[in-house]
């Protein structure tokens, strides 16, 4: 989606006590600000946004099929923030760096990387830039500009503040943006990022999902802080508290702040507030710690939902739309799945590769015992 020229966003309200939006939860527009004037989005991109959207809730729902099939041995959902996933990544220029964390790869098409790639990398296969090498939901790809992320909770964020140190040093014109939950923001390394980052002024802005849970662990005992977004007074920035179940709110605040960090090197801290509608995995029971009402009640909301409803109101999208776009996807990703899979399992050696520019003896060593241990076992099977 082409995005709107530079420098035209006013700009939004930092450290606000209610989230920052432009839609209701009926998806209608609320104050009297016109949200396409101040996001600059046209009408086709609105309904590029929706679309992409759409796309990722339903490659979720593959990856929770893949699961219960038994060809994935796990899977984390994106559903209850695509909109502030989606919005959020196109807000990006692909000069940008995204540090993404487990629960946003089923967006990640809309930095370019293929529905075959997304699956290849749930399934292991060879169709996964990563080469089968980390587990589901741990998406990366150099070629989009997409790190790999590491699965401790806010390693990322130091990673990314590194990175943007680096891109600042370098005179590069482009941002890293890092992802996390709520939950992320408890550890020393969300701390240290957010840190450096004000003290090198840097091109970085650290993005948290505040969906209310860490597992089972509710957002309370996470902080005492009223807002997550404050915590950026501290470290000498801003932070914006945003509703992550509206993708125009969404778009319109980290478009401002990556324009302002490519330009001036300010960093900025966003919370959007969502809800996690799955289990935190497909490991996980989560009505034993929230009740089922909540969970319904918070579907009811969604950023789907409102979205949907905000284009009908602007008479872009109908039932037939909407219809015709679930075929269209279903297709796509019945196909992507195929080829995903066909592309086979990636070679037993190719784990012992590429950990470091040169494969060093020993793990030439390790390549090599490893090949002889597997055709021992072909050997003894035969
Ligand atoms: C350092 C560390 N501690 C614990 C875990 C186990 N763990 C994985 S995800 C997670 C919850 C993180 O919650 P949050 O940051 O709010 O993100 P959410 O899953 O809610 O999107 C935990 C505790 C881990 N991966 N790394
Ligand atoms: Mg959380």
Excluded: C
């Amino acid at each position: 989606m082409q995005a709107p020229e530079h420098g035209t966003l006013t700009r939004p309200t930092p450290f606000t006590r209610e989230p920052l939006r432009f839609l209701n939860e009926e998806g209608l527009p609320e104050g009297d600000r016109d949200p396409r004037e101040v996001t600059g989005l046209s009408d086709a991109q609105l309904v590029d946004l929706y679309r992409a959207m759409v796309l990722s809730r339903k490659v979720d729902q593959m990856g929770w099929i893949l699961v219960r099939q038994g060809r994935a041995g796990f899977y984390i959902s994106i559903q209850g923030q695509e909109g502030a996933q989606v919005a959020s990544l196109l807000a990006l220029e692909p000069q940008d760096w995204v540090m993404p964390y487990y629960r946003t790869p089923p967006a990640l098409h809309v930095r370019g990387a293929t529905l075959v790639e997304l699956f290849g990398q749930i399934l292991g296969t060879n169709a996964d830039p990563s080469k089968g090498r980390q587990m589901p939901a741990h998406f990366g790809s150099r070629k989009h500009r997409i790190f790999v992320l590491g699965s401790p909770v806010a390693l990322g964020h130091v990673v990314a503040m590194g990175a943007a140190k680096a891109l600042k040093y370098s005179r590069e014109n482009a941002v890293v943006i890092s992802y996390g939950g709520e939950g992320s923001t408890s550890e020393p390394h969300f701390h240290s990022a957010m840190n450096f980052a004000g003290v090198y002024r840097l091109p970085l802005i650290v993005f948290i999902f505040n969906n209310q849970y860490a597992i089972s662990v509710p957002r309370a005992q996470q902080t005492a802080s009223e807002t997550l977004a404050e915590k950026a007074r501290a470290y000498g920035f801003e932070g914006y508290y945003v509703d992550g179940s509206d993708p125009l709110a969404v778009y319109w605040v980290t478009r401002f702040v990556a324009e302002r960090a490519r330009t001036n090197h300010t960093p900025a801290l966003i919370e959007a507030l969502t809800y996690r509608l799955d289990p935190h995995s497909s490991a996980d029971d989560d009505l034993k710690y929230r009740p089922r009402e909540e969970v319904e009640a918070w579907k009811q909301r969604e950023s789907l939902a409102r979205m949907r409803r905000y284009l009908e109101h602007l008479g872009l999208w109908n039932e037939e739309k909407e219809q015709a776009l679930h075929a269209e996807y279903d297709r796509a990703i019945e196909e992507a799945v195929e080829q995903a899979e066909q592309a086979g399992p990636p070679d037993l050696e190719e784990m012992f590769h590429e950990v470091y520019h040169t494969t060093p003896w020993y793990l030439q060593e390790e390549a090599r015992e490893a090949r002889r241990f597997a055709e021992e076992q072909e050997g003894s099977h035969a």
